[in-house]
């Protein structure tokens, strides 16, 4: 098991949540690879902790879908299924159309100011190479919208959901050929909402989303062949 990630204090939280948070976002950024074991015994002493909050974060990781229990032999990270895309962007889909056309109602030119210095902030990382930075410039741009909605409950749902697309648009994010497109679709989405057009908008939202779901969808079935 040789990974970077380690273990982050926080005097806020118990040590069972810090351990679950730690390997949780380790998963999601690919640090921890789909079908790698977690070993109890590697993982404590890495963390520096007893077995006992990692079993506790195994146990959360496997309700969350992250991980898998597989008889005789333990627990592994999930593999990336076609399944499991599909699940988390229909919904994500769903929420994305619906906060788009609240953001068109509700958002304020400040926003719209904020929306668009997002979208050029993400095209110049996008010559870093660096893809979790790229990933986290997507997320700032999408959360502009979820903000502008002043829907605290969509919001609540939107960022929850977020931290499991992750996996999802980091495997997009992967392949610079869709970073022209990507480009496009924002400046499409800060335009509709800007003209107030919440059929537009939510269309462009929904094609966006379709987008992400081919193109994972294409490097899921290339390692399956």
């Given amino acids: 098991m040789e990974t970077n990630f380690n273990v982050s204090m926080n005097e806020y939280l118990p040590l069972r949540d810090v351990v679950f948070n730690t390997l949780r976002q380790a998963i999601l950024k690919g640090e921890l690879k789909p079908g790698e074991r977690l070993m109890e015994i590697q993982l404590a002493n890495k963390l520096g902790v007893s077995r006992t909050p990692i079993r506790e974060a195994i146990r959360k990781l496997e ?3 992250l991980v898998l229990m597989i008889p005789r032999k333990g627990a592994e990270v999930a593999d990336i299924t076609e399944k499991s895309l599909r699940d988390v962007l229909e919904v994500r889909k769903a ?21 668009k210095k997002a979208a050029e902030d993400f095209k110049k990382i996008l010559k870093s190479n660096d893809v979790t930075q790229i990933a986290e410039a997507d997320v700032h741009f999408h959360d502009i919208i979820y903000m502008a909605t002043d829907n605290q409950k969509l919001i609540q749902l939107l960022s929850n959901l977020r931290e499991q697309m992750y996996r999802y648009r980091v495997e997009y994010l992967k392949r610079e050929s869709v970073y022209p497109k990507l480009i496009a679709e924002h400046e499409e989405i800060i335009h509709f909402i ?5 059929t537009q908008a939510a269309e462009m939202v929904s094609r966006h989303i379709d987008n992400q779901v081919d193109a994972v969808m294409a490097v899921i079935r290339n390692k399956q062949n």
Avoid: H, R, S, Y
Wanted: glycine share 4%; proline share 0%.
């Fill in 63 to 65: 309700l969350e879908g």
């Fill in 95 to 115: 929420l994305e159309e619906l906060a788009v056309q609240l953001a068109c109602e509700k958002i304020t030119e400040a926003e719209i100011e904020e929306l």
């Fill in 194 to 198: 800007q003209e107030k057009n919440k």
